[in-house]
């Protein structure tokens, strides 16, 4: 059974940083297209970052230069390095499988909560 | 980006209801369109990918239809456990995907 645990989530202030951290069992994170999708409060989801196998990274555009993306083989986890957080990245941040060559998230873990507010 | 438009947003909706949800797509993305579930508190599920393909132990009451820019997501007779919100998502311009805004489905 695929198991896909987030944690690191936190309430911050506007312009600091946080790790989160996506540790699987059930699948090997290198071996798979993972993402993260988050969702703000009461609204709709959206995809924020994804991990090719072969290790090549994709962002959105609303991230892109403040978040980083990567995978420890070892320990087979996902990491979410988030600087410079802005109130807008609040939200319930999921780690997902994304299936191959169709792209839809066919796995998904029980999310983690990110506040960014003074 | 590529823009997903669901309709409606909501909807009320009785048990053993046939209920429809739209989600139209700003340009082609051929059949690279998914459908998920959401329950409050819960992460999402899915339920169709590539249009109109059954995710295994989805319930045969839930279907997909449609390409390029119009499509469709059909609960034949809904049941209690149905009522959550529901998203489509298009997967054409992978690596970035985008969702629609949602449609959520309450008891009438």
């Known amino acids: 059974e695929v198991q896909l645990v987030e944690s690191g989530g936190g309430l911050v202030q506007p312009g600091e940083s946080l790790r989160l951290s996506c540790a699987a069992s059930?699948?090997?994170?290198?071996?798979?297209?993972m993402s993260w999708v988050r969702q703000a409060p009461g609204k709709g989801l959206e995809w924020v970052s994804i991990i090719y196998t072969g290790g090549s990274t994709y962002y959105a555009d609303s991230v892109r230069g403040r978040f980083a993306l990567s995978r420890d083989t070892s320990k087979n986890t996902l990491y979410l390095q988030m600087n410079s957080l802005r109130p807008e990245d609040t939200g319930v941040y999921y780690c997902v499988r994304d299936v191959d060559s169709v792209w839809y998230f066919d796995h998904w873990g029980q999310g983690t909560m990110v506040s960014v507010s003074s | 980006d590529i823009l997903l438009t669901q309709s409606p947003s909501s909807l009320s909706a009785s048990v053993g209801d046939r209920v429809t949800i739209t989600c139209r797509a700003s340009?082609?993305?051929?059949?690279?369109l998914n459908w998920y579930q959401q329950k409050p508190g819960k992460a999402p599920k899915v339920l169709i990918y590539s249009a109109s393909s059954l995710q295994s132990g989805v319930p045969s009451r839930f279907s997909g239809s449609g390409s390029g820019t119009d499509f469709t997501l059909t609960i034949s007779s809904l049941q209690p456990e149905d009522f959550a919100s529901y998203f489509c998502?298009?997967?054409?311009?992978?690596?970035?995907?985008?969702f629609g805004g949602g449609t959520k489905v309450e008891i009438k």
């Open positions: 059930g699948l090997t994170v290198s071996d798979n297209y």
């Open positions: 998502q298009q997967s054409y311009s992978a690596p970035r995907k985008t």
């Open positions: 340009q082609n993305v051929r059949t690279y």
